[in-house]
């Protein structure tokens, strides 16, 4: 699976951006797809995660509320909507794919078989 994020950039704090996650190369809906960041001088983070139907979800404590993770799986496409936007939110976004098989192995970078080349995410105070 190849993937390629966009939609990052730079906004206010309390502002509004969609990420978009484009796949192609296999069958997307077999995937489990997740949102991962960095920060510079931080470890990669779990932000959001979206089963293979796009049933279930689950997000990182810090973005609950805000976030929402989405697919198309018709456009072979995951979202991440992200609202009430914080200078700490910060970082370089990360698509990921994988066959995980369990919703508590989605926080879980080494779970993932394929990744994006990531988008910027700046967000000023």
């Known amino acids: 699976v190849q993937l390629q994020a966009s939609g990052g950039g730079l906004v206010q704090a309390g502002g509004s951006l969609r990420l978009s996650c484009a796949a192609s190369?296999?069958?997307?809906?077999?995937?489990?797809m997740g949102w991962f960041r960095q920060a510079p001088g931080k470890e990669r983070e779990f932000v959001a995660g979206?089963?293979?139907?796009?049933?279930?979800?689950a997000y990182t404590d810090s973005v609950k509320g805000r976030f929402t993770i989405s697919r198309d799986n018709a456009k072979n496409t995951v979202y991440l909507q992200m609202n009430t936007l914080k200078p700490e939110d910060t970082a370089l976004y990360y698509c990921?794919?994988?066959?995980?098989?369990?919703?508590?192995?989605?926080?879980?970078?080494?779970?993932?078989?394929?990744w994006g080349q990531g988008t910027q995410v700046t967000v000023s105070s």
């Open positions: 990921a794919a994988g066959t995980l098989r369990y919703s508590s192995t989605w926080y879980d970078d080494a779970q993932y078989d394929y």
């Open positions: 190369g296999r069958t997307f809906s077999n995937y489990v």
């Open positions: 979206i089963n293979s139907n796009g049933v279930s979800t």
